[in-house]
């Protein structure tokens, strides 16, 4: 099997940069929507979309206020109007997972049978709702094939052979290892991009089912880098204090 020869990464940026980055373009286009992101590398990287390429982008505190570029509150957010952004498609969230399959069904309840789980977790939550309303993408910051099962235990998020509605949509999955998608005619997990210094082999080993590639390993591309700008802005601006390298630790 022919396999990709890793990519020497510019010393200036990190993973941890490179994953903001492909967080960031998860929003790319979406217009004026509500960002939520969950986690600290997708809240970097929603604050880092609209400072530049997606000024339009309306950011919240996470609970009832729409907020600025620095913090300051912009306006209220009722319930009643929250709600009427996430079943309306007005809103592209950036959840967790503790397992995702080929089609996009993600877990955060429990590891294990129903009835008898080994492991209780967050619980279903609002992913349902999320998943079936809106863009719903992915952040998982360990790729391992703990993650990315052939079948969940649990179906939380909705993936694409079960969903229903109009403005069901899992836009991508960032990853430690790579960036994912689902645009394949049948809607199974496509390899978009590996970060420098990842092989497709290694991506491959820490995915639990077969991955769609278009063409050859080695023509896999890189995922984007970080520009000058958008380094200076993670490093002095949106994370001084470097926590995103704590957040996505080498391997």
């Known amino acids: 099997m022919t396999t990709h020869t890793p990519h020497t990464p510019p010393e200036t940026a990190t993973r941890a940069e490179y994953c903001v980055v492909a967080c960031a373009e998860a929003w790319r286009g979406d217009g004026e929507v509500l960002a939520s992101p969950m986690g600290l590398v997708p809240a970097l990287g929603a604050r880092l979309a609209k400072r530049t390429f997606a000024p339009e982008l309306l950011l919240t505190d996470g609970e009832a206020t729409l907020v600025g570029l620095d913090g300051r509150?912009?306006?209220w957010l009722p319930y009643r109007r929250h709600l009427t952004m996430v079943t309306g498609g007005r809103r592209h969230v950036m959840m967790g997972a503790s397992q995702i399959d080929r089609y996009g069904n993600q877990n955060i309840s429990c590891i294990g049978d129903w009835n008898r789980p080994a492991r209780q977790l967050l619980?279903?939550?609002g992913a349902p709702v999320n998943t079936l309303n809106h863009p719903v993408s992915y952040w998982v910051p360990r790729h391992s094939t703990r993650v990315f099962v052939e079948r969940v235990d649990m179906i939380c998020g909705v993936g694409y052979d079960h969903a229903v509605g109009p403005y069901?949509?899992?836009p991508r999955v960032v990853t430690d290892l790579?960036?994912?998608?689902?645009?394949?005619?049948?809607?199974?997990?496509?390899?978009v991009s590996v970060h420098p210094g990842v092989t497709v082999a290694k991506v491959r080993a820490a995915t639990g089912f077969a991955l769609a590639v278009d063409g050859p390993d080695e023509e896999v591309p890189v995922t984007r880098a970080p520009s000058a700008a958008e380094l200076r802005l993670i490093r002095e601006v949106l994370d001084p204090a470097g926590l995103r390298e704590r957040e996505v630790k080498p391997r």
């Open 73 to 75: 509150p912009e306006g």
């Open 168 to 170: 069901h949509r899992l």
């Open 123 to 125: 619980g279903v939550r």
């Open 178 to 191: 790579a960036v994912l998608d689902f645009a394949t005619p049948g809607h199974r997990m496509r390899l």
